[in-house]
């Protein structure tokens, strides 16, 4: 017998006023879960392995909070939000994200931000993830 998850749920769409209807994520939930990180094809972000960044075993339905500017933005089943130390994210979840000016950054394999003078100078050493600034989410 396999995990059920007992949450529901209506879609940023339904949240923001639109067509109301929720849907149960039981075992779709575990079906996608195990597809994303079993052998399913997915979205393969960059190698973390040697870095102080990890990547957070989540399945992340959308990006965006509902009646946000840009909420329920689609996510590439595999993307997921990447650790950083000495980081919190203002959100736990990118889909409660409210980030409406949807910024992002670069970050180094130490963890490091990426500053704007860094960016622009062709020398600087190559970053490895670009995320999103308010919930972490890999958007490289």
């Not at 990547?55 to 950083?84: C, I, K, L, M």
């Amino acid at each position: 017998m396999s995990s059920v998850l007992v949450e529901t749920f209506e879609t940023p769409a339904a949240q923001a006023g639109g067509t109301p209807w929720s849907i149960a994520i039981n075992e779709f939930a575990d079906n996608a879960a195990r597809f994303m990180f079993g052998d399913g094809i997915y979205y393969q972000g960059p190698d973390l392995k040697g870095t102080a960044l990890r990547y957070r075993r989540q399945f992340v339905r959308w990006h965006g909070a509902a009646g946000s500017r840009y909420g329920g933005d689609w996510v590439a089943p595999g993307r997921t939000v990447v650790e950083v130390p000495g980081r919190k994210w203002a959100v736990k979840r990118p889909e409660d994200c409210t980030a409406a000016d949807r910024r992002s950054a670069w970050f180094y394999a130490d963890g490091r931000q990426m500053t704007e003078d860094e960016a622009a100078d062709l020398s600087s050493p190559e970053p490895v993830v670009l995320l999103c600034l308010n919930c972490g989410l890999d958007g490289t």
